[in-house]
């Protein structure tokens, strides 16, 4: 009985590696798991630390961290969650790590963001890394060779060109490579080109806004607000 006990005592961390839920999907979503097992996902899956999420051609998916923090997945995206990990009374060991390999997305950051920010929050992408004060803001990385963005347009309706593209609704986010680091706040469309060339504030006119409910490329909202959200979030601050 002893033995039994333990064995069940040293399982119980295993759970504890969820993340988040989908609460909104249109189209296939599938999540390669640390394991290297493949599964597609549905409405209330859960997604864990470790997973590489992918979207498929006409997909968009709302995903919704036990912070609070929300992340909508274009299409033809691919998100890693290297780390997360959230504990309401312990936001010393807050952290929410994630990795854009390629594809566009938005997120609304939740407590981890909002209790630590720069410290605890990560997006990583293929040429900066994205640091978050409190924020909604937008990311898309663009490769033409792979015609990733064919479908997306700047406000002034041109195609992007190859290259990491960011937008801010809210708060503030910190671009950083090795070419150098710039913030952006609410309102501000940044660029980043390649891994060795700093980041730079655009015109609004050539910013490429990312997933927003009106205006040019206005999926995902209009699409997933078609379906309502079937898990809320509670938590307070003391």
């Known amino acids: 009985m002893a033995t039994l006990l333990v064995s069940f005592t040293l399982a119980v961390p295993a759970y504890a590696a969820q993340a988040g839920t989908v609460t909104q999907l249109a189209g296939v979503l599938s999540a390669r798991k640390a394991d290297g097992i493949v599964k597609i996902l549905g409405l209330q899956s859960s997604v864990d630390k470790g997973d590489l999420l992918s979207t498929g051609a006409n997909t968009y998916a709302r995903l919704k961290f036990s912070d609070g923090g929300e992340l909508t997945l ?18 010393q060991e807050d952290n929410a790590f994630f990795r854009l390999v390629k594809g566009g997305l938005r997120a609304v950051t939740g407590l981890v963001g909002k209790r630590n920010g720069l410290e605890n929050y990560r997006m990583a992408t293929p040429t900066a890394t994205i640091g978050i ?47 150098g680091a710039q913030e952006f706040g609410t309102g501000e469309f940044g660029y980043v ?46």
């Open 74 to 91: 274009r299409p033809n995206t691919q998100l890693k969650i290297d780390d997360y990990k959230f504990d309401q009374a312990k936001p």
């Open 133 to 179: 004060r409190g924020t909604n803001y937008g990311v898309l990385f663009c490769r033409k060779e792979e015609s990733q963005c064919d479908d997306y347009r700047s406000n002034e309706g041109q195609i992007p060109l190859d290259g990491l593209y960011v937008d801010v609704a809210d708060g503030r986010i910190v671009v950083q490579n090795q070419g």
């Open 193 to 238: 080109g390649t891994l060795t060339t700093p980041p730079i504030t655009v015109p609004p006119r050539s910013g490429v806004p990312i997933a927003t409910d009106k205006g040019t490329n206005k999926p995902p909202e209009a699409v997933l607000e078609k379906q309502a959200d079937q898990k809320d979030f509670e938590c307070t601050i003391d």
